[in-house]
């Protein structure tokens, strides 16, 4: 079912808005007059008031005016000189922060710098002025992406057990030790079977990865085992591709059960997902991970797991990872 798209009050409605709350009925009321969200109604009525009081004109002006208003936002980091100079800085190498990253930090922990949000930061890079700092986004993209469905069908997995079946509490990553794991291959023009394997737990968002000669499934699942190594691991999830056919050897030798995406459904293991976004930072697309030595991964995953993350409350994962007691080797 496609959710519905926002579509702004009117002035009609504004007007009904009016005169219905002078009548002195409720939020909850006018909005089921009007056919809208008592939360439409309660959001518009408090953001449009002025001076505690609705009226429908001055409510359509000061709407009308905070529209314009936030389409330039970002423009509030080019008058601010120090302001521009901190977001460029740490989006460039060696913060290598995300722009929800920066606006955090910003909100949280720098008080003396103007706040701005994640949006406008995006649409600073996005316009004529931030075009020269997209180079630095995980991404690299100069404009949002378009995505399209994958309809080629998936190679099943012999006794897969679907992600459906995976424990409730691996759901609302309140819970650590549940992890989800995925492959980086070569650019097919290198012609190489090198991959990069990767783990990232979903509670604490730690990574590690690990480079192999190839894809074939019994290599690929010792790879995983040895990521999987010294961590407090309950259940694995992945998805359907063929190197994952020797699932049975991962759990038999970490003890945790693999639980299988549906297929064509890579959000269902995100975490991993946009973990392979970040290390796409240090080795993009086209790069022959058979040119590549371990210590440069290392050192690519010890960059990702010590920066504050705005999803962890701006701390480090592996600050995370050490308060939850996810390492085994590490005394707490």
């Not at 920066?102 to 075009?131: C, D, M, N």
């Not at 499934?217 to 190594?229: D, K």
């Not at 930072?281 to 290392?298: C, H, I, L, M, W």
Request: with cysteine; charged share 25%; net charge positive.
């Amino acid at each position: 079912m496609q959710a519905k798209k926002y579509v702004g009050l009117s002035d009609a409605e504004r007007g009904e808005i009016e005169i219905l709350k002078e009548r002195g009925y409720s939020m909850r009321k006018i909005a089921e007059v009007l056919g809208r969200s008592p939360n439409t109604i309660s959001r518009e009525i408090k953001t449009n008031s002025v001076d505690s009081e609705y009226i429908a004109k001055k409510a359509k002006a000061k709407s009308r005016v905070s529209r314009r208003s936030r389409r330039y936002q970002w423009q509030k980091i080019e008058h601010h000189p120090t302001l521009w100079l901190f977001v460029a800085e740490h989006l460039a190498p060696p913060y290598d922060w995300s722009p929800r990253v920066i606006s955090g930090y910003l909100r949280t922990q720098q008080a003396a710098l103007p706040y701005v949000s994640t949006t406008q930061i995006y649409a600073w890079l996005y316009s004529s002025r931030g075009q020269p700092y997209c180079q630095y986004l995980y991404s690299k993209r100069y404009h949002q992406r378009s995505y399209r469905k994958n309809k080629t069908e998936r190679v099943m997995i012999p006794d897969r057990v679907a992600i459906t079946e995976r424990p409730v509490a691996a759901l609302d990553r309140f819970e650590s030790g549940h992890c989800e794991y995925d492959s980086i291959v070569s650019s097919k023009r290198s012609k190489s079977t090198a991959a990069l394997a990767v783990l990232q737990e979903r509670t604490t968002r730690l990574v590690r990865a690990k480079l192999v000669p190839s894809l074939k499934p019994a290599p690929y699942a010792i790879a995983i085992v040895q990521l999987a190594s010294g961590l407090r691991v309950c259940t694995l999830t992945t998805d359907n591709g063929i190197e994952n056919k020797q699932h049975q050897l991962v759990t038999e030798k970490t003890g945790a059960p693999v639980f299988f995406t549906d297929p064509y459904s890579s959000w269902q293991k995100g975490g991993v997902e946009n973990a392979n976004k970040m290390i796409r930072r240090y080795f993009p697309k086209g790069t022959d991970f058979s040119t590549v030595n371990q210590a440069e991964v290392d050192e690519a995953v010890s960059r990702m797991n010590n920066k504050p993350r705005r999803c962890l409350g701006f701390k480090s994962a592996v600050q995370c990872a050490v308060e939850k007691g996810l390492l085994l080797d590490v005394v707490s």
